[in-house]
């Protein structure tokens, strides 16, 4: 008897090993041939000049690129440094999330211990900050790009206000704030933070600081009223919401890697998200098993929408579209290939 036990108990053991790998298996298969080409179609049909990234095999991505023009420097390529403006909100949002992890701040923890100076700080939260409803706002731009993350840092907290209302209210200004406080928190800067614990573990040599960056290492945007001057001005003075450059295959193996592969950080996300008017947190916006972000400034537009539990995703890149258009690819995506 006892023998015929452990041969149930084995069988089903080992059928229920099966259907873990089988499912296991199943998760984020790469995108067959004639999706490819649909999406490729879609690129075509809508003239977008960029590139899409599906699922390939196991973390790798597939790139289906679209041409519309024959100007090399305006070409975007899976390997090509691309501002990655708000996309970056997510990178600085799993950074404060390791610094929770590790009880060095927690969502409650007020701003008024990094940054006392600031109007209403006591009243502020890394919450608030994550999910955007601190109250706090600053739309200005400088005049010239801002040179380190002290000069990024002063600028903010000169040009910043506290509307003392915390309803939702999307403000660069509160990423700002979270990436002074990783460097704070971690007595180092925050583009350091982000070298050592996230592009070196995956050797991820396309993510650079706009410092780092010259006109010939991007694809030129195909808006012929924004010029590049106006580029580094908008990415230097978005210190940890888009200062950042990052290839679309690096950014690809970041979302992936320490994103979709931590279950309990966007379960925690999500468990957030829900308490407030607009579901977001911590850079991606939150709707069932999906998460999505957009990341727009003048002349270049991106976007990403992955399933968390499947790990499909999906990404564009492009510098001839405006914002309302990418977010129309960005819907069109999450309704006929995601199929939300």
Request: glycine share 4%.
């Amino acid at each position: 008897m006892k023998k015929l036990n452990l041969f149930i108990f084995l069988m089903f053991s080992s059928f229920g090993l099966f259907f873990v790998s089988t499912q296991q298996q199943s998760k984020a298969a790469a995108v067959d041939r004639q999706t490819q080409t649909q999406l490729h179609d879609y690129l075509k049909s809508h003239h977008i000049n960029g590139v899409m990234l599906v699922n390939g095999k196991g973390s790798k991505a597939i790139t289906i690129t679209n041409n519309e023009t024959t100007n090399n420097k305006q070409l975007v390529k899976a390997n090509r440094l691309f501002p990655t403006a708000s996309l970056q909100k997510i990178v600085t949002g799993t950074a404060i999330y390791q610094l929770a992890q590790k009880k060095q701040l927690g969502w409650d923890t007020s701003l008024n211990t990094y940054f006392p100076q600031i109007d209403g700080s006591e009243d502020i939260t890394i919450r608030e900050l994550m999910n955007h409803t601190s109250g706090l706002v600053n739309n200005d731009r400088p005049a010239l790009p801002l040179r380190g993350q002290k000069q990024q840092i002063t600028y903010m907290l000169e040009h910043m206000r506290n509307d003392h209302v915390h309803t939702w209210d999307y403000q660069d200004v509160d990423y700002e704030l979270l990436a002074a406080i990783i460097s704070k928190q971690t007595h180092s800067t925050y583009n350091a933070y982000i070298q050592r614990k996230f592009a070196k573990p995956l050797h991820l040599r396309q993510i650079k600081d706009f410092s780092q960056v010259n006109k010939k290492n991007v694809p030129q945007t195909m808006d012929s009223t924004v010029d590049w001057h106006q580029v580094t001005v908008t990415t230097s003075s978005d210190f940890g919401a888009g200062n950042l450059f990052i290839s679309p295959n690096n950014y690809w193996q970041f979302i992936y890697n320490y994103v979709l592969k931590n279950p309990q950080m966007v379960n925690e996300f999500y468990q957030e998200s829900q308490k407030q008017e607009v579901a977001y947190f911590g850079g991606v916006y939150i709707d069932s098993d999906i998460i999505r972000a957009n990341g727009s400034i003048p002349g270049y537009n991106a976007c990403f929408i992955a399933n968390y539990k499947t790990k499909k995703m999906i990404m564009l890149f492009s510098n001839n579209i405006d914002y309302l258009t990418l977010k129309s690819a960005s819907d069109d995506l999450l309704h006929n290939y995601m199929g939300e």
